[in-house]
Nanobody
Framework: VQLQASGGGLVQTGGSLRLSCAVSGRTSRTYAMAWIRQAPGKPREVVAAIFRNDVSTSYADSVKGRFAISRDNAKNTMYLEMNSLKPEDTAVYYC?????????????????WGQGTQVTVSS
């Protein structure tokens, strides 16, 4: 499974961004997918996850109500819609996929990662 994230950038507090993740390879092996972020000096955090049924989703408390994860299987693409952005959302965002039967907000559950895309929220 290969993953390619894009869509990061610089935005002001309160602004919005949409991240995209192009998925290729043996996508049928994917059990769940997620967006994971890492801010400087902080551990990686799963901010949103989506189950293979494309219906079940989970969010970290820090982004609940502001971020939305979705998938478009016809385009083999996953998205993260980010609204009401805050300076503390500044991080490198990675898209990831899990093939081992795990779905949820644990970083260790995802064994395929794309390169990151930088999101910077200015105050």
């Amino acid at each position: 499974v290969q993953l390619q994230a894009s869509g990061g950038g610089l935005v002001q507090t309160g602004g919005s961004l949409r991240l995209s993740c192009a998925v290729s390879g043996r996508t049928s092996r994917t059990y769940a997918m997620a967006w994971i972020r890492q801010a400087p000096g902080k551990p990686r955090e799963v901010v949103a996850a989506i189950f293979r049924n494309d219906v079940s989703t989970s969010y970290a408390d820090s982004v609940k109500g502001r971020f939305a994860i979705s998938r478009d299987n016809a385009k083999n693409t996953m998205y993260l819609e980010m609204n009401s952005l805050k300076p503390e959302d500044t991080a490198v965002y990675y898209c990831a996929a899990g093939t081992g039967g795990f779905y949820g907000l644990s970083v260790s559950g995802y064994n395929y990662w794309g390169q990151g895309t930088q999101v910077t929220v200015s105050s």
